[in-house]
């Protein structure tokens, strides 16, 4: 149980695109989702805290019109690059949490999206 | 910031024992420790996590120390596959609670 499927898995755009990240709880009701960055040789940096129904917050130094993120789902949330630049090219991975209720296993993991802009 | 401090790097022999460690000499007293792994290119895998006494699953074993300033991730038996980068992370448990990873460590398995 507790599977999260994130896609694409990779993608490759021209600068000035935008691109969408799907992120889908299959076999659980997620209330929140994250959406993390990681660059090369690097952990992952938090982005943002989307809950289902709401706006989403956005870490420090993280700009929301660029990356827009909808969660208006119980199962699904995407991230969506606008305008991408070539320093956007990251690895882009979602995760997903059941909520409160005694759900202790932490949060369950996307595959990550692997986006090069060109 | 993350609130854990992990050495960079460790080697470990298959077959035998890893032992990894974590200092966390701020945790609170509501703050949980988590155990995540991440093999290369790949989302976050979920290991273990415990509060106070120590704890052990099919994967592996988590020893916290009485004053739990301190932890250490025990992988019984390394395979090669176990190689990957281990993140030590506290958090309070709750759905909600965001997860801040640090740099975590990279475990090299050798044949």
């Known amino acids: 149980g507790a599977v999260v499927s994130q896609h694409p898995s990779w993608v490759i755009c021209k600068s000035g695109t935008s691109v969408k990240i799907e992120c889908r709880s299959l076999d659980f009701q997620a209330t929140t989702m994250f959406w993390y960055r990681q660059f090369p040789k690097q952990s992952l940096m938090l982005m943002a805290t989307?809950?289902?129904?709401?706006?989403?917050?956005?870490e420090q130094g993280v700009e929301k019109d660029k990356f827009l993120i909808n969660h208006a789902s119980l199962t699904l949330s995407t991230l969506t690059v606008t305008s991408a630049h070539p320093e956007d090219s990251s690895f882009y991975i979602c995760?997903?949490?059941?909520?409160?209720?005694?759900f202790g296993y932490g949060y369950t993991f996307g595959s990550g999206t692997r986006l090069t802009v060109v | 910031d993350a609130k854990t401090t992990q050495p960079p790097s460790m080697d470990c022999a298959e077959g035998r024992a890893a032992n990894l460690p974590c200092n966390h000499s701020?945790?609170?007293?509501?703050?949980?420790v988590y155990w995540y792994r991440q093999i290369h290119s790949q989302g976050p895998q979920y290991i273990i996590h415990?509060?106070?006494n120590n704890e052990t699953n099919e994967m592996a074993s988590l020893i916290i120390t009485e004053d739990r300033k301190s932890s250490t991730l025990i992988l019984p038996h390394a395979t090669l596959r176990d190689t990957a980068v281990y993140y030590c992370i506290v958090r309070l448990q709750g759905g909600s609670e965001k997860l801040v990873f640090g740099k975590g460590m990279k475990l090299t398995v050798n044949p």
């Open positions: 995760s997903a949490s059941r909520g409160t209720g005694g």
């Open positions: 989307s809950n289902e129904g709401s706006k989403a917050t956005y």
């Open positions: 701020t945790i609170s007293g509501n703050e949980y």
């Open positions: 415990g509060l106070k």
